[in-house]
């Protein structure tokens, strides 16, 4: 909720720069006219016009004009804030000024190239923008940018090929801690045969990788282990990671495997896809890092009560150790990784598939352990229910993903997975048949399309369909596959030996104990997925791999180096600078409800309800949206330059002259006052009644602000911003929908014609929607 504030007494401190930008504003706005006018404001000291504000002369102009005049404070009226604002912050560093006294009037994009046949009309309208960047650039306040000491330390969450491959990348010049739920690193790459589209032997390439992690002096890894507690911000992070005990010294044990000769325990081995046995000691694979053997507390005889004993009597390093415990480690992080991976789809939840009842269907991963060498048959192709020689094999794409039940989106990999499996089928038992069946055959990276049809040579064959049923024959223990053929329009009923489910992938069930937002499926959601792939919307907080979203070996090593670049170039300087754009407290007025932590999606607020302190907010972590803001009940937040008297006072100069005729549009930073850009740069024309006052987001605009408007007599009210699922602030423009029946409800009881506040939201790329709705709403104001 927003508080008005008394207008301060005028100083002329103020210096406005007009520019021509040549024809481009001057071509339609009357600069020497708007130049006359502006200087008989009394907050303006001085007015400057230039043919080209942005250039080197331009610039030289304004910063001997600053240091003349002893201007303090300056208003460019030129072309968006979005395209040369940070020129202007820049330019006041140079000559001493703080950054933040500087406010721009819009009046080329939006104004004169969208009102190019409308030179007076134009020019009216430029005056107000120029007076309306006048009335809050008087109220602007010198802000320090915020600068944190960053700790050179890299915590990497996961151990996985992508953990592995940001930690090697990291740590010639940083320490890493990284930290590994499992008793191994590796992540599921180290227990798939063969990569595609090369067919190399998987461990084979990974393999060395992991031992570098293992011996490297800069690498501290934590296994058998997860993050309990992340607090803190950017640089400077407090991490706690427990340590589960393993009841076997890792700097000890030397991997002899003694104790599991000995061990009377037999279990299900989970790193042979459940379908092998292993040890209650154990180590999951000879390649293991660390290389050394962990006790299955829940199998083990030994631990609780001690009944066995028998792998301590036969270890002659002393290496095992019952009374092992849980171990606390605690780190100051400069930057953290998340490179947790995916979890793979429970084929169970397809119950018409069979999976867990029919011994001979299988998952991919399961496939992949078979096949192997290292695996439970080493490496020989048979069938779970009889371990006999399949001679017809199906595979199944799409399991799980590209389905609505389930999940929607292509899993990445699923397709090439099993083009790679039935060739490896045919190199090695070429007699066996192979059938694959789809609903698109999705090869489309590098060396994928030649992999696809080499297994076309092969006699693969693909058949274009995604089968409704398997059925088992209970004697033969055989699969019988319905499916439409679609490409040939029949439907065909086939008996199989072996079926293999090519799973797809769901979000990693890890939980990161710190507020870092996923996305419905559980992926974890980058701050802009074209040009901030591997960032969060957390400062200091990375993402790499399939953490991120499904993809595969490549892609993931790529993206984990790319977090790790990132990472490394935040750390470097051992400081860390974020412009001064943060909401603050008035601690006078704070009731301590807590609504405005409840509205921060960066975890930026900390409110003690209990004990009726008043709300406070870290500024590294505030992002500056504004939405805690505008939700304030009690007025006891605002931002910084962005005040609720700055908006009130702009509001009340746009519409202190024929109100009733104007359009007094919100529009977010991001994208809708990027559409009202791109319409100016467009060319694309509408009516001169339009006002706009940027926000940061949506989220920012106060109930109070759209009611001021009415009392000031606005025609038509506009709120605009990104759509829903892309604000720039993660959930800004949710709360601002929340508003919206609210302000609905206060219009009708004061008699205020719906249709005169609109809401939309515009992408960057929506000129032509934005000029669309602008003039369509002009009509609105003209009846």
């Known amino acids: 909720m927003a508080n008005q504030i008394e207008n301060p007494p005028h100083s002329p401190n103020i210096g406005v720069f007009l520019c021509k930008c040549g024809k481009n504003i001057a071509g339609t706005v009357n600069i020497d006219e708007l130049a006359k006018d502006i200087e008989k404001l009394p907050e303006v000291k001085l007015v400057h016009v230039n043919t080209y504000t942005c250039s080197d002369p331009g610039q030289a102009e304004i910063e001997a004009a600053i240091k003349e005049q002893g201007i303090e404070k300056i208003v460019v009226a030129a072309c968006s804030p979005r395209l040369h604002g940070p020129t202007w912050k820049t330019l006041l560093r140079r000559v001493g000024v703080n950054p933040s006294l500087v406010e721009v009037a819009n009046i080329r994009e939006q104004c004169s190239w969208v009102h190019l046949s409308e030179k007076e009309g134009a020019t009216k309208k430029a005056k107000e923008l120029i007076e309306m960047a006048i009335a809050k650039a008087e109220l602007l306040q010198a802000i ?5 000491p960053v700790k050179q330390r890299v915590l990497i969450i996961g151990g996985g090929i992508a953990g592995i491959q940001a930690a090697l990348d990291l740590a010639d010049n940083y320490e890493v801690i990284l930290v590994e739920k499992a008793p191994t690193i590796g992540g599921r790459m180290a227990l798939i045969d063969k990569t595609f589209p090369t067919m190399d032997c998987s461990i084979c390439i990974l393999g060395p990788k992991m031992a570098d992690v293992g011996n490297h002096e800069n690498i501290t890894l934590i296994a058998n282990a997860e993050v309990t507690n992340i607090s803190g911000y950017v640089g400077n992070f407090d991490v706690e990671v427990k340590k589960y005990p393993r009841y076997v010294k890792e700097e000890i044990c030397t991997a002899c495997g003694e104790c599991v000769d000995i061990c009377p325990e037999n279990v299900i081995d989970e790193y042979s896809g459940n379908l092998g046995w292993r040890k209650a000691i154990y180590i999951p ?5 660390p290389a050394s053997y962990i006790i299955d507390e829940k199998t083990c005889l030994g631990l609780s009560p001690l009944a066995c004993g028998k792998c301590i009597k036969e270890c002659d390093k002393e290496a095992i150790i019952y009374e092992d415990s849980e171990k606390i480690y605690n780190y100051k992080i400069g930057a953290i990784i998340i490179a947790v991976g995916f979890e793979l789809f429970d084929a169970s ?3 018409e598939y069979g999976w867990g009842q029919y011994p001979n269907v299988i998952t991919t991963f ?5 096949i ?4 439970p048959t080493n490496g020989e192709l048979v069938r779970p229910s009889d371990l006999k020689k399949p001679k017809k094999i199906a595979f199944i794409n799409c399991v799980g993903s590209r389905d609505v039940r389930f999940n929607p989106y292509c899993s990445n990999f699923c397709c090439m997975e099993s083009i ?4 490896l089928i045919k190199e090695h038992w070429p007699e066996v048949e192979v059938v694959i069946f789809y609903i698109d055959i999705r090869a489309f990276g590098k060396g994928f399309e030649e992999l696809y049809l080499r297994s076309r040579e092969q006699k693969v064959l693909y058949i274009r369909g995604h089968p409704g049923q398997i059925r088992e024959d209970p004697y033969s223990k055989n699969l019988i596959l319905s499916v439409e053929n679609i490409n040939v329009g029949n439907i065909l009923s086939e008996e199989f030996d072996l079926v293999v489910l090519s799973i797809g992938a769901e979000g990693s069930s ?3 104990p710190f507020p870092v937002a996923k996305d419905p499926k559980g992926f974890y959601i980058e701050a802009h997925p074209k040009l901030r792939p591997v960032d969060t919307p957390n400062d200091g907080i990375f993402i790499a791999g399939g953490a991120e979203s499904p993809k595969d070996i490549r892609e993931t090593v790529t993206q984990a180096s790319a977090a790790a670049g990132r990472c490394s170039k935040l750390i470097s300087k051992g400081e860390f600078h974020v412009e001064p754009l943060y909401a603050f407290v008035d601690v006078k007025n704070c009731n301590s409800c807590g609504i405005c932590a409840s509205r921060c999606p960066y975890n930026a607020v900390n409110v003690d309800q209990d004990k009726k302190s008043p709300a406070h907010i870290i500024p590294i972590l505030c992002k500056g949206c504004g939405t805690c803001a505008a939700d304030c009940p009690t007025n006891a937040i605002t931002m910084t330059n962005f005040t609720d008297t700055m908006i009130f006072r702009q509001i009340d100069i746009a519409l202190y002259a024929n109100a009733h005729e104007k359009v007094l549009i919100f529009a977010c930073n991001w994208c809708s006052y990027a559409g009202a850009d791109l319409s100016g740069t467009s060319r694309i024309q509408y009516p001169t009644n339009t006002r706009i006052i940027r926000t940061m987001c949506s989220g920012r605009v106060d109930i109070d602000f759209i009611k001021h408007c009415f ?9 605009t911003g990104c759509h829903p699922q892309d604000c720039h602030y993660i959930s800004g423009n949710d709360f601002a929908i929340k508003r919206e029946k609210r302000i609905r409800s206060w219009m009708k009881k004061n008699n205020i014609d719906n249709e005169r506040f609109i809401v939309e939201w515009i992408s960057a790329a929506e000129g032509k929607k934005f000029a669309d709705i602008v003039s369509k709403s002009s009509k609105i104001v003209i009846k």
Request: net charge negative; proline share 3%; hydrophobic share 45%.
């Open 420 to 423: 790679k499996n039935s060739l």
């Open 285 to 289: 694979y000879p390649q293991a890092v």
């Open 510 to 512: 890890s939980i990161i």
């Open 372 to 375: 192997n060498a290292a695996g």
């Open 349 to 351: 939840k397809i119950t």
């Open 144 to 148: 320090d940018d915020i600068v944190v």
């Open 711 to 719: 009392e000031r007599g606005a025609g038509v009210v506009m709120l």
């Open 366 to 370: 399961e496939f992949e352990r078979l």
